[in-house]
């Protein structure tokens, strides 16, 4: 594994700039990209460079009414993650945003977006962290809770309330072991707060909780992120155990 960078928060638009790079390196040829969870959000700053882009996510209500709105997709899939019609080494990048913590199955879904991947490509991930305070809560409040509480805690056009499964992978130590055993280069390793509730209009009462489950926790469940955003390579050495 290569030597890691790690950063106590994202400093500016890490993944448009490693997407830059990457065309550099495929001396400026159209990078294929492949946007695993377009119905929440995730957009990266694309602009002067060429790209085909492909959308997928789960098919819940919430999440068609989102992709209406958006125009940035040149393909799109709303469907079991298991079987999205994923061809293998097809995309030079793939972003998954805030994806992990809400599927099940995750590892599968993981491994058939690595497939997808050419050597050489970029897996660009940001999860909601389960070993933090707020994730935590998250996964411990009942569906019914979660979506009675979203309207009042979440900022105002925050798609949600979204599934909170929150398997061993959506973690730091989780994702590190999976990268370790597929043979990923974890390259950068980002830790941040933004979890919808301490960004809305009761964000002093969500950071109490949190704080309250962290001093609980023996601060193992930390109240101070809830984030992790990486950036992995898939290798080129064609020897490498890779997926």
């Given at each position: 594994m290569s030597e890691v960078r790690w950063w106590p928060a994202?400093?500016?638009?890490?993944?448009?700039?490693r997407i830059r790079e990457l065309r550099t390196e495929q001396l400026g040829r159209r990078l294929d990209i492949l946007?695993?969870?377009?119905g929440r959000g995730g957009r990266i700053d694309l602009e002067r460079v060429e790209t085909r882009v492909t959308g997928i996510d789960e098919d819940l209500p919430v999440?068609?009414?989102a992709l209406e709105h958006r125009a940035d997709l040149d393909a799109r899939f709303l469907g079991d993650l298991r079987d999205a019609p994923l061809l293998p080494?097809?995309?030079d990048v793939v972003h998954a945003a805030f994806l992990l913590e809400r599927v099940r199955h995750t590892e599968l879904v993981l491994d058939r977006m690595v497939n997808a991947l050419r050597p050489g490509g970029l897996l660009l991930i940001?999860?909601?962290d389960r070993a933090s305070a707020y994730g935590f809560c998250d996964r411990l409040l009942p569906g019914w809770f979660r979506r009675l509480l979203w309207p009042r805690f979440a900022p105002e056009g925050t798609v949600g309330p979204l599934p909170a499964i929150y398997e061993q992978v959506a973690s730091r130590e989780?994702?590190?072991s999976y990268c370790l055993m597929?043979?990923?280069m974890i390259a950068e390793d980002y830790s941040g707060t933004s979890g919808p509730a301490l960004r809305?209009?009761?964000?002093?009462?969500?950071r109490v909780a949190c704080k309250a489950v962290a001093r609980l926790s023996g601060d193992r469940l930390p109240a101070t992120r809830d984030e992790i955003t990486l950036v992995i390579r898939k290798p080129q050495n064609h020897f490498a155990r890779l997926i």
């Open positions: 994202t400093q500016g638009d890490v993944f448009s700039l946007i695993a969870g377009c999440l068609r009414a080494r097809t995309f940001r999860m909601r989780g994702i590190h597929r043979g990923l809305g209009p009761h964000a002093r009462l969500a």
